[in-house]
């Protein structure tokens, strides 16, 4: 089992930045990917980013490559995801997941076998 613990979310003004963090713990050395997702009120779960558990081959949404940014502190078992020049539309439940099968596509939610509880982040106009 995994656990996955995210944190940093909150209200910001358009044009700010945020920092989300997600801890691991439990059976870490059983991860591949990392991943965050986000949904929006009335909408289905989209994919942000992804990393893998060393912390190479990031991989982003294509309309949030250049403001987002994902990482990992290899010492902390925490992912990161960055948050720059944020928008009203990046409003969303952002959720961290953990992938601990090799071979599925990082991009999908159902790729994803643990889920932390999401943090709320709000951008406001």
């Known amino acids: 089992q995994v656990q996955l613990v995210e944190s940093g979310g909150g209200l910001v003004l358009a044009g700010g930045s945020l920092r989300l963090s997600c801890a691991a713990s439990g059976r870490t050395s059983s991860i591949y990917d990392m991943g965050w997702f986000r949904q929006a009120p009335g909408k289905e779960r989209e994919f942000v980013a992804t990393?893998?558990?060393?912390?190479?081959?990031?991989y982003y949404a294509a309309s949030l490559k250049g403001r987002f940014t994902i990482s990992r502190d290899t010492a902390k078992n925490t992912v990161y995801l960055q948050m720059d020049a944020m928008e009203p539309e990046n409003t969303a439940v952002y959720y961290c997941a953990a992938k601990v099968v090799r071979y599925r596509n990082r991009e999908s939610a159902q790729a994803y076998d643990y889920w932390g509880q999401g943090t709320q982040v709000t951008v406001s106009s």
């Open positions: 990393i893998s558990w060393g912390g190479q081959n990031p």
